[in-house]
């Protein structure tokens, strides 16, 4: 996927000589565009009054400068003329910022694989009175048009070929407005940072599982490490299957067994000063689940490819990070990566393990493995950091898909101050996150007779034991677990959410390190 790149336009619109020039119309307040060109406001009255436009949101009408009759008014220079429309009337804060990113997402599918515009420069103009700043608006409006248009190229040969023909990234061009131009690319430039960081995790997501291995999580790390730090502020550890051992990492090397690639643990550091706090993120790696001796079903397994997005997103979180010199606060990045195979070597349901720390679990189920290898990264990045709150993300049980479908991700936590700023995170990210219930109700139903707990209990709670189980390893530090089974491929389908991996929890989890201050305060 290539870049687009963004910059200030201060003129005046009908100057603009690019490729296409588009304009957001709010459906409520479109007549403010009257002002612009008398001419172009006739034509919005037209599509109107045919039921074409403002019908309902993000309706799109191409118009074409030179096929209009400007009536002796001087003729937009630009070769085409996009209108999009959203609607903002009776919209919160966080309603309108999902509105400004599907209709910016809508208008990036428009342009995108347009031979005509590819490679061009395309100036988008924005309503005048919004709720937002101008700087929030256009926060929202770059992730929309980065996400919106991305692709994942694949390996098809005509795919590659179509690709080597166009020229190049969309320039796109923002209206400066009322705030400093200074304020505005440094806000432009933080948003192309996290959005690209999505689909970077897309693209890890949609790679097939010989294609992305947890040897390639480890390198990207260690790349990361060099090609982004700042100040010395970001570092890679790799812990392999031998220093595993000498850990004491039972579950983790458990899991790989059955696999002739050996598992890694990621470990990067991001230090923004010894005052802040120190939050530690563990993202599932699993770079393939076959479920192992408890086999998956064969339909749907090629998917299966998608267990590595918890840790997809904490590796791209990383990098994005040491990009945006995040201050305020520390954060430890963990990505235990390994495959789950039946080969000979497999873990047999009924084996006992022994995790880092010494808690022995039985193995009843080796298709819950997520829980297993995460368990040892948590207990480890516990022990070694001491951090002031752990978060996980993982794509961990089927049940968070039963349970909430692809809409929301589950969220359990031992926090209420963490749960409730994720939650927020979540809302006005655009990645809604569902609180459910943790107690020793759940989990009775991991008690084992011949271990300390059983890493799987019956079919009722699943998402819910899970995240119990895990709840084990954290003991008294806050913790949050996010569950993104459903989210992570496939999610509910927007103009900015493909199907396929989705790079869901990235935004989130940037928002809620952004303000962790206010965590502290609260």
Not at 328 to 343: F, R
Not at 493 to 511: D, F, I, W
Request: hydrophobic share 40%; net charge negative.
């Amino acid at each position: 996927m290539k870049k687009a790149s963004f910059q200030v336009f201060d003129a005046e619109p009908a100057s603009f000589s690019g490729a296409a020039l588009v304009y957001m119309l709010e459906r409520s307040a479109w007549q403010d565009l009257q002002g612009h060109s008398p001419v172009l406001a006739a034509a919005l009255h037209h599509l109107s009054d045919c039921g074409d436009l403002f019908a309902k949101d993000e309706q799109m009408v191409w118009l074409y400068p030179a096929l209009l009759d400007w009536q002796g008014e001087q003729p937009y220079r630009v070769k085409r003329i996009l209108l999009a429309t959203f609607t903002a009337a009776d919209a919160g804060y966080d309603a309108l910022r999902e509105k400004i990113r599907l209709c910016a997402g809508s208008i990036a599918q428009q342009l995108r694989g347009n031979t005509g515009i590819d490679g061009g420069d395309v100036l988008v103009l924005c309503p005048r009175k919004l709720l937002l700043a101008s700087d929030d608006f256009a926060q929202h409006l770059v992730e929309g048009l980065v996400l919106g248009g991305y692709s994942f190229q694949g390996y098809k040969k005509e795919e590659e070929a179509e690709e080597k023909k166009k020229s190049g990234p969309i320039r796109y061009f923002l209206p400066g407005g009322e705030i400093a131009a200074k304020e505005l690319h440094q806000n432009i430039k933080q948003a192309q940072i996290v959005a690209q960081a999505v689909c970077t995790a897309r693209d890890m997501g949609n790679q097939p599982a010989n294609r992305w291995t947890p040897a390639d999580f480890a390198a990207y790390a260690e790349r990361i490490a060099q090609e982004v730090n700042k100040k010395k502020k970001l570092k890679a550890t790799i812990i392999d299957q031998a220093e595993m051992r000498t850990l004491g990492m039972e579950a983790i090397l458990a899991v790989s067994r059955g696999s002739a690639l050996p598992p890694t643990l990621s470990v990067i550091e991001y230090w923004s000063g010894k005052k802040y706090p120190t939050v530690l993120l563990v993202g599932k790696g699993l770079t393939f689940d076959s479920g192992g001796i408890s086999a998956k079903p064969p339909a749907g397994m090629e998917d299966m490819k998608f267990d590595m997005c918890g840790g997809a997103a904490v590796m791209v979180l990383m990098q994005a990070l040491a990009e945006l010199n995040m201050p305020g606060v520390n954060v430890v990045g963990m990505v235990p990566a390994t495959e789950n195979l039946s080969g000979s070597a497999a873990i047999k349901p009924g084996d006992v393990v022994r995790h880092y720390g010494g808690l022995h679990a039985e193995v009843v189920n080796t298709d819950a493995e997520g829980r297993l290898i995460l368990a040892d990264a948590i207990a480890y990045g516990i022990a070694t950091y001491s951090p002031d709150a752990v978060i996980d993300i993982a794509t961990l049980t089927g049940a968070a898909v039963v349970g909430l479908g692809h809409h929301y991700s589950c969220l359990l936590a031992n926090d209420e101050r963490l749960s409730e700023h994720l939650l927020k995170a979540g809302q006005e990210s655009g990645e809604p996150l569902w609180r459910l219930p943790l107690g020793p109700e759940y989990r009775k139903q991991l008690d084992s007779t011949v271990a300390d707990i059983k890493n799987a209990g019956d079919r009722s709670g699943g998402t819910i034991t899970a995240a119990c189980y895990l709840q084990e390893f954290v003991g008294t530090t806050p913790w949050a677990h996010v569950d993104i089974a459903g989210t992570a491929w496939n999610f509910t389908e927007k103009s900015y959410v493909p199907k396929g991996a989705s790079g869901t929890g990235v935004r989130t989890l940037v928002r809620a390190l952004a303000n962790w201050e206010k965590l502290n305060r609260s």
